[in-house]
């Protein structure tokens, strides 16, 4: 079955744009996590959504928000961009709420100049 | 705080030698830890976990409670093993949110 999509893979803007990254989970899969991936700082989750609900947020500001369509895709969005949010930001999806193994897409590379 | 230490950046080994990829977590109850991989130009993907204690591309790690570890360990390291280690928690106090270490990047070297 096809993996997880990201959409699109690689991503210019100027500061204080703002920016809108797809996801698409494995068919069937209820659960969207989005991280942030930097050279610093490693991975880190920015929020979880399971049956269009947020259920879990990281420790990230509010120009960072997500939603989730009742087909289980996801968007995440960030307004007023700064150097800082240049990034790979992945989405994994799971099966269920409790379900343990994420899988992973490729993810969007997002620059910001 | 729900943390995950990977005290190493770069992990230079010979092919053929030992390797073990550190991890320590610090975690109120029982943790349950992952080890993801990704090697180049791919996805972050699943290696193993330590319900399961299962090999993995000759990968094993094992869950030491007393020293709140969970390293990484393969006999004889292989070119194809370079890649980012991630070391990842289940917070199970948090609805199952992932909790990952910061990544500790392995160089085979011929």
């Known amino acids: 079955k096809a993996g997880v999509t990201q959409t699109p893979r690689y991503l210019i803007k100027t500061r204080g744009q703002q920016v809108t990254l797809s996801c698409s989970p494995i068919?069937?899969?209820?659960?969207v996590s989005w991280y942030q991936q930097t050279p610093g700082q490693g991975l880190q989750f920015l929020f979880e959504?399971?049956?269009?609900?947020?259920?879990n947020k990281g420790n990230f500001p509010g120009r960072f928000s997500g939603r989730q369509f009742s087909n289980s895709r996801s968007e995440m969005n960030v307004s007023t961009l700064e150097l800082g949010d240049s990034a790979l930001y992945l989405c994994a999806s799971s099966l269920f709420d409790r379900d343990t193994e994420a899988f992973f897409g490729q993810g969007t590379r997002l620059t910001v100049v | 705080a729900q943390r995950v230490t990977q005290p190493e950046k770069l992990l230079s080994v010979f092919k053929g030698a030992p390797v073990e990829l550190k991890c320590n977590y610090s975690y109120s109850g029982s943790p349950e830890l992952f080890w993801y991989v990704q090697y180049s130009r791919q996805r972050l993907q699943l290696l193993l976990r330590h319900i399961s204690r299962e090999s993995i591309k000759g990968f094993t790690a094992d869950l030491n409670k007393g020293e709140t570890s969970f390293h990484l360990k393969k006999p004889f390291a292989q070119e194809e093993d370079s890649a980012m280690y991630y070391c990842a928690l289940i917070d199970k106090n948090r609805d199952d949110k992932i909790i990952f270490g910061k990544g500790t990047r392995l160089h085979i070297l011929p």
């Open positions: 068919s069937g899969h209820r659960s």
């Open positions: 959504y399971f049956s269009e609900t947020q259920r």
